[in-house]
């Protein structure tokens, strides 16, 4: 911990604790600092020290509090301090460009904001610009031009930036213009947590997949619909955990093991309403091979991609390095692929009434998916100049985390 790494939040006024995107404004910015690796965080607070302390141990969060002058950090030499205004909308890349506050001046600071003078004003007087050095990132006061809403607005754009390039194409087009209004009405309800709408949307999905396994038309397009569903909730649980800093390892292998769950029991349902609707003996098999190619896709995609992403990166949206298959070109375009993207396809044909076309389709295609990302892996194992050991061997890209000097990834959650 060097000395450059201490914030103060300043958290004086009934705008620190207006909630925006579902956390007080102020605790956001503690949450921020934190995200950003600047755990040595004093909250100058006074009336509004309760509701925060809520927020803050919820989420795990050690501030020291601060109400006077005194108060402050006796050893903290000559090294500027961070000073983040506890009205403004902040996030990580932001607070470490954040205004910097000499030691001798905090007193000053404090006195003027006891005074009832504005964050800005009482900034400008201590001799610190209030304005971040940079442009980058989210840094917003609560003001007149910026109300609750605009702030909310601006924090979902940020984090849909945070998403965009691992989005699948329907995501980008269809799942995310769905999950977005859902996401800002349930932010305002604190005990809908990201995994409670996660298992909501994994009970949908299977729920799908159960009515997929009926031969009426109705039931069918139900079914497809309400796959439909788990896909929108399957982004709102990520917008919502990193909206409101409840991103947790935990929550990350539940929304995988969900995606998995469901979509190997859609196949299986299909299969199974098709083989009662009528299929003849060579469908059958096509059936079976659609449910091996799924399964073998899935097992591929977690080993390449989906557990090298929460081993090294902490986060389902990890861009990779190019040390992983994930930094590789077309990487991307190979995750897409592999994405619920074919619920669409499914909704369409089942309008029609044609599901068994959709059938033969995937039992090719999964294999064909499958024996090319072993082959594009292989191509780029060779590239790397590792020894091939087996389509599934060597697992080079979780092995800087598999030693005792390993790196722990940072909390992760809903993602999708």
């Known amino acids: 911990m060097t000395e450059t790494e201490r914030a103060l939040v300043i958290a004086r006024g009934p705008g620190a604790t207006e909630v925006v995107g579902g956390l007080p404004l102020a605790a956001r910015a503690v949450l921020a600092l934190r995200a950003a690796g600047i755990e040595e965080i004093a909250v100058l607070a006074g009336a509004e020290r309760r509701r925060l302390e809520v927020s803050l141990a919820r989420r795990g969060a050690v501030v020291r509090w601060v109400s006077e002058p005194g108060d402050l950090w006796a050893e903290l030499g000559s090294a500027p301090v961070l000073v983040v205004p506890g009205d403004h909308l902040v996030d990580a890349t932001s607070v470490r460009c954040a205004p910097r506050c000499a030691p001798a001046r905090l007193p000053a600071l404090v006195d003027d904001l006891a005074a009832g003078r504005g964050v800005g004003e009482a900034l400008r007087r201590a001799g610190t610009e209030p304005r971040p050095r940079s442009g980058d990132g989210l840094f917003l006061p609560l003001d007149a031009a910026h109300p609750p809403r605009r702030l909310e607005a601006a924090l979902m754009d940020t984090l849909a930036r945070h998403t965009a390039t691992g989005d699948s194409y329907m995501a980008a087009v269809v799942d995310r213009r769905l999950s977005r209004p859902v996401t800002r009405r349930l932010l305002a309800w604190p005990r809908v947590s990201p995994s409670r709408i996660t298992l909501l949307g994994i009970a949908l999905g299977l729920l799908g997949a159960a009515g997929l396994a009926s031969t009426g038309y109705g039931t069918r397009l139900v079914a497809v619909l309400c796959l439909v569903a788990s896909i929108v909730l399957d982004c709102v649980d990520g ?16 929304d995988v093991v969900g995606d998995y769950l469901v979509n190997l029991s859609v196949f299986v349902g299909l299969g199974i309403g098709l083989a009662r609707q009528g299929l003849p003996g060579s469908g059958l098999w096509v059936a079976v091979a659609l449910v091996g190619g799924v399964g073998a896709a899935m097992l591929t995609t977690h080993v390449f991609f989906v557990r090298p992403a929460l ?4 986060d389902l949206h990890w861009q990779g390095d190019t040390q992983s298959l994930r930094g590789a070109p077309l990487t991307q375009v190979i995750e897409k692929v592999a994405s619920r993207d074919y619920t669409y396809l499914l909704l369409l044909l089942a309008v029609v009434g044609h599901l068994e076309w959709f059938l033969y389709a995937a039992a090719v295609g999964s294999w064909l998916f499958v024996g090319g990302l072993v082959l594009y892996r292989l191509a780029w194992r060779a590239r790397q100049g590792v020894a091939p050991g087996g389509p599934l061997a060597g697992l080079d890209e979780v092995r800087a985390v598999s030693g005792p000097h390993r790196a722990t990834p940072a909390p992760t959650g809903q993602d999708a």
């Open 239 to 254: 917008e919502i955990a990193r909206a409101r800093f409840e991103q947790s390892a935990a929550g990350a292998r539940l």
């Open 311 to 314: 081993l090294r990166g902490g």
